[in-house]
T-cell receptor
Framework: NAGVTQTPKFQVLKTGQSMTLQCAQDMNHEYMSWYRQDPGMGLRLIHYSVGAGITDQGEVPNGYNVSRSTTEDFPLRLLSAAPSQTSVYFC???????????FGSGTRLTVV | DAKTTQPPSMDCAEGRAANLPCNHSTISGNEYVYWYRQIHSQGPQYIIHGLKNNETNEMASLIITEDRKSSTLILPHATLRDTAVYYCIVRAQSKLSFGAGTTVTVRA
């Protein structure tokens, strides 16, 4: 039982490049979310999903796309990376949204 | 989701109980109180949650006032490894939004 797995752990992108941050969970959780955390700041919700095929925007969705084709996976796509997207990205999942969320260990992204 | 107010920081002596307050005066009847913590640069960790009854698990106790407008997270015997940012969150289902939290420093 691996929990929430995020890949890669570290990534450096050039401005304008695109990439996908991967998030997978093996706990059969319906609810999944993506957050970003800038240095010295709290977590901000980017996108979330309440089940396969259902996604919605959080507080800071601009510049990011998500899809949820399976229960297990919730990838986050950066369309055209900007230095302002330099951050640590956390993925989280919950059985039904009421139980506590389990977080991954994060992806540290730097855009130069 | 209801807004929460937490002190920005607090210190605690190792081995003593740490009492972390949280005000949530606009909480709705169907909203739960959740506590998470984030140890330096790691992903947040779920601690405990409750609706109106006090709750206890292996990590902590949660005391919710009768009017539900405030709550206290109790770490019964704080250790150096409990040094972290603690977040009090009030919500119904789905979205989990984090505020600034309380930075708790446990001192030897």
């Amino acid at each position: 039982n691996a929990g929430v797995t995020q890949t890669p752990k570290f990534q450096v992108l050039k401005t304008g490049q695109s990439m996908t941050l991967q998030c997978a969970q093996d706990m059969n959780h319906e609810y999944m979310s993506w957050y970003r955390q800038d240095p010295g700041m709290g977590l901000r919700l980017i996108h979330y999903s309440v089940g396969a095929g259902i996604t919605d925007q959080g507080e800071v969705p601009n510049g990011y796309n998500v899809s949820r084709s399976t229960t297990e996976d919730f990838p986050l796509r950066l369309l055209s990376a900007a230095p302002s997207q330099t951050s640590v990205y956390f993925c989280a999942s919950s059985y039904d949204g009421f139980y506590g969320y389990t977080f991954g260990s994060g992806t540290r992204l730097t855009v130069v | 989701d209801a807004k929460t107010t937490q002190p920005p920081s607090m210190d605690c002596a190792e081995g003593r109980a740490a009492n972390l307050p949280c005000n949530h005066s606009t909480i709705s009847g169907n909203e739960y109180v959740y506590w998470y913590r984030q140890i330096h640069s790691q992903g947040p960790q779920y601690i405990i949650h409750g609706l109106k009854n006090n709750e206890t698990n292996e990590m902590a106790s949660l005391i919710i006032t009768e009017d539900r407008k405030s709550s206290t997270l109790i770490l019964p015997h704080a250790t150096l490894r409990d040094t972290a940012v603690y977040y009090c969150i009030v919500r119904a289902q789905s979205k989990l939004s984090f505020g600034a939290g309380t930075t708790v420093t446990v001192r030897a």
